[in-house]
């Protein structure tokens, strides 16, 4: 008799959370175990500036199929990542939440993520979600460049707003409305990387009509700068 041949959508969520690859006591492989499955850290990562409904995830992540988003929704929450809840009326949705351990989590995806980009195949091209442009800044920060510099810096992407805080500690970043912030920038994830990351010139993104700087223009000018990339391997 020929085996079916079961595809990833298939599969059952709880025997996806329950399996274990490496049979190895290493910290590390464990990790991997936890998060190691394809999707799984990157949702961690969209969790990270609190609660999201399960099509904002999908949003944010838009190569997910909706099966997969549940499967691997289903695993973390199992492993205790992660917890759904309901909101309160009048939204009465369910949301998705990072747990206390969950959120411990965030030097991790830094560390993994500044590491990784030091690669001459880190492509910034790509898609980049919200969460991905906010844990960037907070991974990037150079505080040298920083210096004496407090200031907040709102961020506008649609109908999702952040504010970043410079100030003694480094940067924090909050999921909030941005309207008070001393300078904002309205436009979406992938065009304010290019700005940071890119080197592209504000004036140029703003005359192309992606990206709406409001607020105190030498700011503006000066936070772009504040996030050197890594040298590349071979490039020092």
Same mark, same amino acid.
């Given at each position: 008799?020929?085996?079916?041949?079961?595809?990833?959508?298939?599969?059952?969520?709880?025997?996806?959370?329950?399996?274990?690859?490496?049979?190895?006591?290493?910290?590390?492989?464990?990790?991997?175990?936890?998060?190691?499955?394809?999707?799984?850290?990157?949702?961690?990562?969209?969790?990270?500036?609190?609660?999201?409904?399960?099509?904002?995830?999908?949003?944010?992540?838009?190569?997910?199929?909706?099966?997969?988003?549940?499967?691997? *929704?289903?695993?973390?929450?199992?492993?205790?990542?992660?917890?759904?809840?309901?909101?309160?009326?009048?939204?009465?949705?369910?949301?998705?939440?990072?747990?206390?351990?969950?959120?411990?989590?965030?030097?991790?995806?830094?560390?993994?993520?500044?590491?990784?980009?030091?690669?001459?195949?880190?492509?910034?091209?790509?898609?980049?979600?919200?969460?991905?442009?906010?844990?960037?800044?907070?991974?990037?920060?150079?505080?040298?460049?920083?210096?004496?510099?407090?200031?907040?810096?709102?961020?506008?992407?649609?109908?999702?707003?952040?504010?970043?805080?410079?100030?003694?500690?480094?940067?924090?970043?909050?999921?909030?409305?941005?309207?008070?912030?001393?300078?904002?920038?309205?436009?979406?994830?992938?065009?304010?990387?290019?700005?940071?990351?890119?080197?592209?010139?504000?004036?140029?993104?703003?005359?192309?009509?992606?990206?709406?700087?409001?607020?105190?223009?030498?700011?503006?000018?000066?936070?772009?700068? *504040?996030?050197?990339?890594?040298?590349?391997?071979?490039?020092?």
């Amino acid at each position: 008799m020929k085996l079916k041949k079961l595809t990833e959508s298939e599969i059952d969520p709880a025997e996806l959370a329950s399996k274990r690859w490496y049979n190895d006591a290493c910290g590390a492989a464990f990790a991997l175990e936890l998060v190691g499955e394809r999707w799984s850290i990157l949702i961690v990562r969209e969790l990270m500036f609190g609660p999201r409904r399960f099509g904002e995830l999908k949003a944010g992540l838009p190569g997910i199929s909706a099966n997969i988003l549940t499967q691997r *929704l289903t695993s973390l929450e199992q492993e205790r990542i992660l917890f759904r809840r309901k909101l309160p009326p009048p939204a009465s949705a369910q949301v998705y939440e990072l747990t206390e351990w969950g959120y411990l989590a965030e030097p991790i995806l830094s560390e993994l993520g500044r590491w990784a980009t030091r690669s001459p195949e880190h492509n910034p091209t790509l898609p980049f979600s919200a969460a991905s442009a906010m844990l960037s800044f907070r991974t990037m920060l150079s505080r040298e460049r920083q210096g004496d510099l407090t200031a907040t810096i709102g961020f506008r992407f649609d109908d999702d707003g952040f504010v970043a805080t410079l100030d003694a500690r480094g940067i924090t970043i909050v999921r909030a409305d941005p309207k008070a912030a001393d300078v904002v920038f309205d436009t979406t994830p992938p065009m304010l990387a290019g700005a940071v990351y890119g080197g592209v010139p504000l004036a140029v993104l703003e005359g192309e009509g992606v990206m709406r700087v409001t607020g105190d223009r030498d700011l503006a000018e000066k936070f772009v700068t *504040l996030f050197p990339l890594p040298p590349k391997l071979g490039v020092e």
